[in-house]
């Protein structure tokens, strides 16, 4: 009651806490590499020399970070719009043709549980250059997209259907007023966890794509190397862009489903 | 199939609208058997029965939404269809649309209906409504921002909006609580008494049945058939604990089959 | 009330939520075995009530005690039966009943003993080995009433579990109410809104304000069971108590 107002505030508030949780995190990542006193566990401050290095002075070809980050966002988005614009008419049409889905099933659900990674020999044969990795990254978003988007055609609530049929609308008014605005949270949720996975396959994709820009290739360059500390930095850079795509994401989805009683977050 | 004993006013005064006279199945699972009567304009009629006995089934019947297995639910010899006839619905569900604001919600059957949205007439009409279900002030909030009572007078007044040739209502207060279904079951009479229109009224509340009812049609439970049928002439407002109010609730609910 | 026993004493109750004083100073005695029932206009605080003299929350002023002793579920054996269905899905009628039994690890035999008389005094016993989804919502709440009681407890609180159910069943049920308590004679609380409903099954009616919820008035009602709502006695009482609450004004 009067106390739910504040819920989640504390003394801190939730920025508070999570710097505090990220500076206790920090502090036992130094504690252990310093104890360990390994190779292969750099501090954290030599991982931030490495990240200032590599954005003033580039990597071991001169490339700068910023220009890693540059490519690996273009060719995630690049993926990312290709699923989308496949994945959601796609999925609505099969939403609101159930059977037009249940007879292709032999062929989506298969395809669908085929990891982005075991494409990689056949996108290395018929594919070049930057469709390679936008290829990948689309594999790992489509489906979510489209599972998302068809399920929420399937859910949505028979009353809100009844409602403009009890009417007399057409089935084209239906789907427009109806069906689209209903489904469109969940259409996006499911363009948010597309792009989480999108980002997971930058990796993947960029193993096999040939070109010497990007985080994942940053990262396999320093692989060879055994320069860990340059490692860590594309990993919290991935982790880091990643978390932050996300949060605009909710960010967006609070402010433009206003309407929603709750939104659950993944 | 008993009849009131009263003498069935309405029968040849009031114009016949829809004409009953059907069965419907499900699969093999017989849901209503040889149910026929008829619908005179401007009346209140309810229908009551136990629950799960496949009202709410008969009122997607008689409003359109479903087909018949076998006979017939017409309009002037039509089959009942929201696309030719002003039918209106409320639901027993709560129906408002969660992104539309209720000014919206309320417009939607008047812009099926073909009405311009922007037109004087359609916000007249509109304000007029909203008015008359006592929700003046509310038009520019969203469903989650107001009461359970609150929507289904959204639901009634986007009902009446389209002024309807026939109005159902399908357990509209069944998910209330007992304090608002009484005050939403005087508004509903004062909102009847102010535009008078047929309505086919579904309940498992029997005190509501006598309360609200110009006629009275009671369901047996499933496969549900036509037990009885009553005309309640009590002046209105009728007291719930008037003696004949409760003679004729107590005689009803005798009738109405316990689900054991 | 003549001759009964004091079971539980309210004195000075209060209950606040930061700022908001829901229960003011509330003081009454509920009586060994007695029906009574609690009513009041929406939003009233009657749950709050409720979970405070059960011990659901935690007073903020005042005392309840039930025999000199504060309420303590360890100790005191509280029943209750709420609204929404409760049956579990996976348990049969008979596993279900047993369940509070079972949790008090009640000896076997007498298990069988006790559930047997109570689903045969709630007319379940040839239902004993059906699932909730086999089974009517009347049943279903039959069920509940059935696991509250088997357990003999000193205090059964009912939160409006008949809301649900049609006007014929709605009957039914309470007429199997009345007849498992005056078997048992158990001490019950039961909340509703219904007002009807509180006059056809209680002893005693205390009606409660609105917030700050104090207890505006106690209504007696001695008619017999089973009671007839046409009944111009029953007819006064309703009237009484629906004026007392007067929730539109």
């Not at chain 2, 047929?198 to 036509?226: C, D, F, G, H």
């Not at chain 3, 209060?14 to 609690?38: A, R, T, W």
């Amino acid at each position: 009651m009067a106390n739910d107002k504040n819920a989640g505030s504390g003394k801190l508030g939730t920025f508070g806490y999570n710097a505090l949780a990220l500076s206790i995190f920090i502090l036992l990542w130094a504690v252990v590499s310093w104890i360990s006193e390994s190779l292969f566990l750099p501090t954290p401050w030599t991982v931030l020399k490495s990240f200032l290095d590599l954005c003033t002075y580039g990597d071991v070809e001169g490339i700068n970070l910023g220009m890693h980050i540059f490519k690996s966002t273009l060719r995630i988005f690049a993926g990312f719009v290709a699923a989308c614009i496949l994945g959601i008419p796609l999925g609505i049409l099969m939403g609101l043709y159930p059977r037009v889905y249940d007879s292709t099933k032999s062929v989506i659900e298969p395809i669908r549980f085929i990891p982005p990674v075991a494409w990689i020999p056949l996108v290395i044969v018929l594919l070049v250059g930057f469709s390679r990795y936008a290829f990948i990254i689309w594999l790992g978003a489509f489906f979510p997209i489209f599972i998302g988007t068809l399920l929420s055609v399937r859910s949505v609530n028979p009353t809100h259907i009844d409602v403009p049929r009890s009417f007399g609308a057409k089935r084209l008014y239906i789907i427009k007023k109806i069906v689209i605005p209903s489904t469109l949270p969940d259409i996006f949720t499911g363009m948010r966890v597309g792009m989480g996975i999108g980002w997971d396959c930058i990796m993947a994709a960029e193993m096999i794509g040939g070109e010497n820009e990007g985080l994942g290739v940053m990262i396999l360059k320093y692989a060879e190397l055994i320069r860990i500390e340059d490692i860590m930095v594309g990993m919290i850079v991935i982790g880091a862009i990643g978390f932050l795509i996300n949060e605009v994401f909710i960010f967006v989805e609070r402010r433009v489903f206003k309407w929603k009683e709750a939104i659950v977050i993944s | 199939m008993e009849r009131g004993d009263r003498d069935f006013l309405g029968g040849s005064m009031e114009r016949e609208l829809i004409d009953v006279d059907m069965s419907m199945k499900f699969d093999n699972l017989s849901v209503l058997e040889d149910i026929k009567f008829k619908v005179h304009e401007n009346e209140f009629l309810v229908i009551v029965g136990p629950t799960g006995c496949g009202k709410t089934t008969l009122a997607r019947l008689l409003g359109g939404l479903s087909k018949p297995s076998s006979g017939h639910v017409t309009i002037a010899g039509e089959d009942v269809n929201p696309k030719i006839h002003n039918v209106s619905f409320v639901f027993q569900e709560p129906s408002c649309i969660p992104w539309l604001t209720l000014w919206d919600d309320i417009s939607m059957g008047l812009e099926i209906k073909g009405a311009d949205p922007q037109s004087a007439e359609t916000k007249t009409r509109i304000k007029e409504v909203i008015k008359l279900v006592g929700l003046d002030g509310f038009e520019e909030y969203f469903p989650k921002q107001i009461s359970g009572g609150m929507k289904q007078r959204v639901a009634i007044a986007r009902a009446y909006a389209t002024k309807p040739d026939f109005l159902l209502m399908d357990e509209p207060f069944g998910h209330l609580d007992a304090q608002t279904r009484y005050l939403m079951q005087i508004e509903i009479m004062r909102i009847w008494e102010r535009e008078k229109k047929t309505v086919a009224y579904i309940t498992n509340n029997i005190e509501e049945a006598v309360y609200l009812a110009t006629r009275i049609i009671v369901l047996s439970k499933l496969p549900a058939r036509i037990k009885a049928e009553h005309s309640i002439n009590l002046p209105r407002p009728r007291d719930l604990t008037g003696p004949d109010f409760l003679r004729i609730r107590a005689e009803i609910t005798a009738q109405c089959e316990v689900v054991k | 009330m003549a001759g009964r026993k004091i079971k539980i004493e309210v004195r000075n109750l209060s209950k606040h939520f930061d700022d908001l004083i829901v229960l003011h100073q509330m003081d009454f005695d509920i009586y060994e075995g007695e029906f009574l029932c609690v009513v009041g206009p929406t939003g009233c605080g009657k749950t709050t009530f409720c979970n405070v003299v059960t011990g659901l929350l935690p007073i903020t002023e005042g005392s309840i005690t039930m025999g000199g002793e504060k309420i303590d579920f360890k100790k005191h054996n509280v029943s209750f039966v709420f609204q929404e269905p409760s049956c579990i899905p996976w348990r049969t009628i008979w596993d279900d009943v047993k369940i509070g039994l079972e949790i008090r690890k009640v000896p076997k035999n007498e298990i069988n003993e006790r559930v047997s008389a109570i689903l045969d005094l709630t007319g379940l016993t040839e239902f004993k080995d059906f699932y909730p989804s086999q089974i009517s919502a009347g049943m279903k709440q039959r069920v509940v009433i059935a696991r509250a009681f088997v357990t003999e407890p000193d205090l059964l609180l009912m939160d409006e579990p008949f809301g649900q159910l049609d006007s014929s069943t709605r009957f039914y049920i309470e007429n199997q109410l009345i007849k498992v308590w005056e078997k048992t004679k158990r001490t019950v609380i039961f909340v509703t809104h219904n007002l009807e409903e509180a006059v056809y099954l209680s002893e005693r009616i205390l009606v409660c304000t609105q917030k700050p919820t104090g207890i505006k008035e106690e209504v007696f009602v001695g008619l017999p069971h089973p009671r007839d709502i046409t009944d111009p006695e029953f007819v006064k009482i309703r009237n009484r108590v629906t004026d007392l609450v007067k929730w539109w004004e």
